[in-house]
Nanobody
């Protein structure tokens, strides 16, 4: 069974950092485009960052997180990460990772998602 398991969420003070992890179970995530989304209370789900399959490695970011968040991948660990720095209260949301068989990311928006993780809650508060 193909699954994505996120971890690393929690409570952090404004200006702090967190690193989210997303481990793929049952498939090799290097063959997929991997995407991080978030959904804040009362808001629509927002695509944050995408990394293409490993042979391409293209990465992009939403304007709301550009310069603060970094996506990366560890093929040996079959895990994709989202390093989040300079967190602010408006970053409070449930964060989801997702996989797309489209393989490539583009600046036209996230590719269609084939697999979703269950999400991890990030709360930024003093």
């Amino acid at each position: 069974q193909l699954q994505l398991a996120e971890s690393g969420g929690g409570l952090v003070q404004p200006g702090g950092s967190l690193r989210l992890s997303c481990t793929a179970l049952g498939f090799a995530l290097e063959k997929y485009a991997m995407i991080w989304f978030r959904q804040a209370p009362g808001k629509e789900r927002e695509g944050l960052s995408c990394i293409s399959g490993s042979a391409n490695d293209f990465r992009n970011y939403a304007d709301s997180v550009k310069g603060r968040f970094t996506i990366s991948r560890d093929i040996a660990e079959n895990t994709v990460y989202l390093q989040m720095n300079s967190l602010q209260p408006e970053d409070t949301a449930v964060y989801y990772c997702a996989a797309s068989t489209e393989y490539y990311c583009s600046n036209r928006g996230p590719p269609p998602v084939d697999y979703w993780g269950k999400g991890t809650l990030v709360t930024v508060s003093s």
